[in-house]
């Protein structure tokens, strides 16, 4: 992508560079007139970029604070374990 206007109103050089490696997602440069703030005009590119989102990741913590090994160990004899591999008689 070239600046096609120069950048200093009292020049004609073309002197103003946007350097990219990737010339594609470059697709308009100009130059925009700043007369009362300097001799420079400024030199502006639009860039398409795309932002890719991280994705949401669900992060479960065990708190064993309150556990209790009897308690667990006398729930876990109460569990029909027939019914979940199907061994009905």
């Known amino acids: 992508m070239y600046i096609n206007q120069p950048g200093q109103q009292t020049r004609r050089a073309h002197i103003d560079?946007?350097?990219s490696n990737f010339l594609e997602s470059i697709p308009?440069?100009?130059v925009l007139p700043c007369p009362p703030v300097s001799d420079h005009d400024a030199v502006y590119a639009t860039i398409?970029?795309?932002v890719t989102r991280l994705q949401i990741r669900h992060i479960f913590i065990k708190n064993l604070k309150n556990f209790h090994e009897s308690s667990f160990i006398?729930?876990?004899k109460t569990l029909p374990?027939?019914?979940s591999f199907g061994m009905y008689r």
């Open 81 to 83: 374990f027939a019914a």
């Open 17 to 19: 560079h946007i350097i």
């Open 28 to 30: 308009h440069t100009d």
């Open 48 to 50: 398409n970029i795309k």
């Open 74 to 76: 006398e729930d876990f």
